[in-house]
């Protein structure tokens, strides 16, 4: 990229209140030094967002700070100390184990937003782990990271990803690299478990006003603030969970460590999306009881709540069986409110405006058509799309044999949505901005990867960024990347947690 600056011109305006203010939440660290980094990517768009000028970024010092060779003025690298359940079990101290928090900065937006590094080297939480990160995953995370963001959903995002150029022993030699990732704070359901098996309950204090302050500040002054820091939190978490369920995406690895109290999808490891729908669908090569399955995030996210509303008990009530019940009513409101969300999110795909009884059973019989039928969930929407503009053909074409069974749900369909107030421009507006044709599909990110990462090859990569970036707007070049992976191909496909 472009070179000349002097390595002391990037000047980030960090201000680090988890520093200041959660001392015993982490340990003071360096990130490692990178010999020879070279560029994958510089996310411009995020660095203008975030109030840096990208140009300052793509120098020389950019790149030396974004590979952790310079550390540079106002930051604080910090690894934060948390506990987790994974796949169940707890883990009282998991921590960051190959990532720093940098610090955070003031968007241009006036949001506090964390900028952290991943694959950064060692820290006193890696339990013999090596602290880096491949090229193959920190790639995958930029995309997916991008894709979501573009889809609407609330997500962490990437501001670079650097090579390092020194090898990461995996399974096989992999080229390693670091990811800096910017989250609205990394703040996890893991950090409350920490301090709540510690029985601190100072710091379990100290932590969530500060939560509050950060992220729910309009319940500062509430004596009843902890409970409602609860039902912000629920709240959040079942409208990002409806979003998932409403794009196909799949988390693969929903730890409570890896559950961001921002309500932002935190963790891109061993993620996809479905291909065609089946509520059963598991990649994750570790996730062998199928925990995790596409279908049971909604119960996975309303457990991993519950276990978050364990760590608040003594804050929300010093009569226990008191809080207890505040809490068990706050989570138990989980099911209802991503219920609703998710019903509204399905009524928009469907271009149903306005309410109707008969909605929900509508969109629940769809459902299970495209589930009977094996059919393209992402498609199988914005077929309907066409549909609504007056050509069935190609979602019959995609039912393929099964068109026949789509026929009596067309009917009910066809008479459901030429009701309603609004005329059919707008309807189709909403199905516009409801259904992308445009997902990373599995195949697509696996080719890209494996192009930069087995020849250096980083065009396929830039490309799919690309595409995935605008994703609701059909565009004749790239209809080829909203064609679904051959069938055999996503029966054999796996994820991993590769790190
Ligand atoms: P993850 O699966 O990325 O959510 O990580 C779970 C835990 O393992 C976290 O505490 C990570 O910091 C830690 N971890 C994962 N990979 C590594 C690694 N290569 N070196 C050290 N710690 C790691
Ligand atoms: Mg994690």
């Known amino acids: 990229m472009t070179d000349g600056a002097s390595p002391d011109s990037v000047k980030i305006a960090f201000d680090n209140t988890y520093a200041r203010e959660l001392e015993g939440l982490y340990v003071r660290c360096t990130p490692a030094r990178s010999p020879a980094p ?64 940098l610090g955070e900065v003031i968007d241009r937006a006036g949001r506090r937003r964390d900028i952290a590094m991943k694959g950064s080297g060692a820290t006193p939480f890696s339990r013999g782990g090596d602290g880096k990160a491949a090229v193959g995953p920190v790639l995958r995370e930029y995309l997916m990271g991008e894709a979501m963001y573009a889809l609407g959903i609330p997500t962490t995002r990437a501001l670079a990803a650097v090579a390092t150029r020194a090898p990461v022993v995996r399974e096989q030699v992999q080229p390693g690299a670091i990811l800096t990732r910017v989250a609205a704070s990394h703040l996890r359901v893991g950090t409350f478990e920490f301090v709540a098996a510690r029985q601190d309950l100072p710091l379990l204090r100290r932590l969530a ?204 369909w066809r008479a459901r949505v030429h ?30 990867l494996a192009a930069a990462v087995e020849h250096g090859d980083l065009a396929p990569f830039q490309r799919l960024l690309e595409v995935l970036q605008r994703p609701f707007d059909e565009r004749a070049e790239d209809l080829a990347f909203a064609e679904p992976a051959p069938a055999a191909e996503t029966a054999r496909y796996r994820t991993f947690c590769g790190t």
Request: proline share 6%; net charge negative; with cysteine.
């Open 38 to 101: 070279r560029w994958l990517r510089l996310n411009h768009g995020l660095a203008v967002e975030l109030g840096l000028e990208p140009v300052e970024l793509d120098s020389p010092a950019g790149l030396a700070v974004l590979a952790g060779n310079v550390v540079p003025p106002g930051a604080d690298p910090l690894a934060q100390a948390y506990a987790g359940h994974q796949f169940g079990g707890f883990s009282p101290r998991l921590g960051d184990g190959r990532a720093l928090l």
């Open 419 to 448: 009701r309603g107030v609004t005329d059919s421009a707008e309807r189709l507006a909403v199905m516009a901005r409801a259904n992308p044709i445009y997902i990373p599909r599995n195949h697509r990110v696996e080719a890209a």
């Open 209 to 412: 006003d500060y939560t509050i302050r950060r992220q729910e500040p309009h319940l500062a002054d509430a004596p009843d603030r902890h409970l409602r820091l609860l039902e912000a939190v629920i709240a959040r978490q079942a409208d990002l969970i409806a979003r998932w369920m409403s794009v196909g995406f799949l988390h693969g690895v929903m730890n409570t460590d890896n559950m961001a109290i921002s309500g932002e999808t935190l963790d891109y490891g061993p993620c996809a999306f479905l291909e065609h729908y089946d509520p059963r669908a598991v990649f994750s090569s570790i996730d062998n009881g199928g925990r995790y399955a596409f279908g049971s995030q909604p119960r996975v996210a309303q457990w991993n709540l519950a276990r978050f509303a364990e760590t608040l008990l003594p804050l929300i009530d010093p009569d226990e069986t008191r809080a207890a019940e505040l809490a068990s009513t706050a989570v138990d409101g989980f099911a209802h409110l991503f219920e609703n969300r998710f019903g509204e999110l399905l009524q928009s795909k469907l271009g149903l405006v306005g309410q109707d009884d008969a909605d929900r059973e509508l969109a629940a019989d769809y459902l299970k058509l495209l589930a009977d039928h094996r059919v393209d969930f992402t498609l199988g929407f914005r077929r309907l799309n066409d549909a609504v503009a007056g050509d069935e053909a190609p979602l019959r074409v995609l039912f393929g044999k099964a068109a026949e069974a789509l026929e009596p749900w067309l009917d009910r």
